[in-house]
């Protein structure tokens, strides 16, 4: 591990950097790496060591602009020069170690194969099927990303800070992907790719050359490949796991396996039998979501059958969550999903309960959405006649109450098995086969920065810490899921 980088008690208070404060193995890394760059200066290297610090991107996003294709309300904090040079410059060590990678037993049973889900993973990818990524398609897809990520060895990743994302989605989405470098040491490919963080897609199909290869398209241009939390089928973004699943600290959601070990031990507190007969939802309808706001005119449990209720985010965090645990809200029959300004991360909790899921028609498609299967795993809702739709299947339920508590326990079975380990096969599978597609060698560019686990941890808050050292991943003692071919993506 690098040295720490070190203050006297006054430099500390002031939040100053001066270089001969700092251990002499310190100063030289220091020197070393910054010396030659020009950054310092002689006349004064202790100002030009804070006002590098002050340039510098960090995945924290603290003095990044936020996305122009979806600007959002941004509180820019100011991270003291000492951090950043601490965590950004000295926190990785300059040879990250070599994990033993799981190896193939001749005694064990062969590898499980993946759920059929993962075949949508060849859909995504087929329109550079033919005509593969180059490096100057990946640079035009970052004039629509937020970062670019590059992963070397299959142990090493960098990253190309452009614009800041929604609180610590940039963050964690990275911890992610180090934790995948953790579960599968030296397995994953060299990668090149780019990766937005705002919630919609943004590859319009019609602006592209489709990916059947189609003589009337061929004055299109090739659509860029550009990864995202979700996607549309009129979209050619690439959907990958979001940021939820290590954790979302801002509104105290821990990783997934430990929440949804605790949602289901709060769904069996009360039988089915004994649950509210109503359809419960509970969210925030103001998000630019039609269907979020036409659902507040169904909150009638006498006349529609469904209770509507308002969560208030900022009023929360105040009170500490206090009414807003995940695992206090399955005792009713039926949960509501309706998306938000697009996707919405809450599917998987609202499924988690056991509840029958009334899945009101989507718009939008994460990674594993697309194994869910209509009245085995959930009960479709028009968006049409929304409330008549939602009662009818409330009605349907309380006259057929052990098929409608089947369709909830297939719900609720679906995500036990899209366990972490699933979770990290999908990622690994779909960066396997994206880089086949490369016909170029990744190269992280001047401008990007390495990063480690503890170059993360270093620039968390206490929560953010607490919450992500409970996902740390361990490496697997077995080899991934065995990809399936390409074919029918809609079971499970």
Not at 20 to 27: D, I, Q, T
Not at 323 to 352: D, M, T
Not at 359 to 373: A, C, K, M, N, W
Request: charged share 20%.
């Amino acid at each position: 591990m690098a040295p720490q980088l070190r203050l006297s008690s006054s430099a500390a208070r002031r939040g100053r950097l001066h270089i001969s404060a700092l251990p002499f193995s310190s100063r030289l890394i220091f020197l070393i790496r910054f010396g030659s760059t020009g950054v310092l200066t002689s006349t004064n290297p202790a100002q030009a060591a804070e006002d590098m610090a002050s340039n510098t991107k960090t995945v924290a996003g603290h003095n990044l602009d936020p996305t122009p294709w979806h600007p959002f309300p941004q509180i820019k904090e100011r991270l003291r020069p000492l951090t950043v040079l601490r965590c950004v410059v000295l926190s990785c060590p300059s040879s990250p170690p070599i994990l033993p990678a799981p190896r193939p037993n001749p005694n064990s049973p062969p590898p499980r194969s993946c759920p059929n889900f993962f075949r949508a993973i060849h859909r995504d990818l087929d329109p550079w099927r033919s005509t593969r990524i180059s490096a100057a398609l990946v640079a035009e897809a970052g004039k629509r990303a937020a970062m670019r990520v590059v992963i070397l060895e299959g142990r090493r990743l960098f990253v190309d800070l452009y614009y800041a994302c929604v609180q610590s989605r940039a963050l964690v989405t990275i911890w992610g992907l180090l934790q995948l470098l953790r579960r599968y040491p030296g397995m994953v490919p060299d990668v090149d790719l780019m990766f937005d963080c705002m919630d919609r897609p943004t590859l319009h199909r019609f602006e592209f050359r489709p990916s059947n290869g189609s003589p009337n398209a061929s004055s299109l241009p090739i659509p860029p490949p550009l990864f995202r939390y979700c996607t549309t089928e009129d979209h050619f973004d690439i959907p990958f796991p979001d940021w939820s699943f290590w954790s979302w600290p801002e509104i105290n959601i821990r990783s997934w396996n430990e929440e949804f070990q605790s949602i289901k031990r709060g769904s069996q507190n009360v039988k089915w039998n004994k649950k509210d007969k109503t359809a419960y939802w509970k969210g925030n309808p103001f998000v630019d979501s039609p269907i979020r706001e036409a659902l507040l005119s169904c909150n009638d449990s006498n006349k529609w059958g469904a209770q509507i209720m308002l969560q208030d985010w900022v009023e929360e965090s105040k009170s500490g969550f206090q009414k807003s645990s995940l695992s206090s809200q399955c005792n009713y029959r039926y949960k509501i999903y309706a998306e938000g300004f697009a996707w919405s991360v809450s599917l998987k909790y609202i499924l988690a309960c056991g509840s029958i899921v009334l899945f009101i028609d989507p718009q939008y498609e994460d990674f594993f959405t697309r194994g869910l299967v209509p009245k085995e795993n959930f009960w479709p809702v028009s968006p049409t006649e929304l409330c008549q739709s939602i009662k009818l299947a409330v009605d349907w339920g309380n006259s057929n109450p052990s098929e409608a508590e089947a369709i909830g326990k297939k719900g609720q079975s679906f995500m036990e098995e899209l366990e972490m380990d699933r979770v990290y096969d999908y990622m690994y599978h779909l960066l396997v086969e994206y880089s086949k597609l490369q016909d170029f060698k990744p190269v992280p560019p001047p401008s990007a920065q390495e990063v480690c686990a503890d170059s993360i941890l270093c620039l968390t808050d206490e929560k953010q810490r607490q919450f992500l050292e409970t996902s740390y991943a361990s490496p697997s003692t077995s080899m991934p899921c065995t990809l399936p071919p390409p074919g029918n993506n809609h079971q499970t």
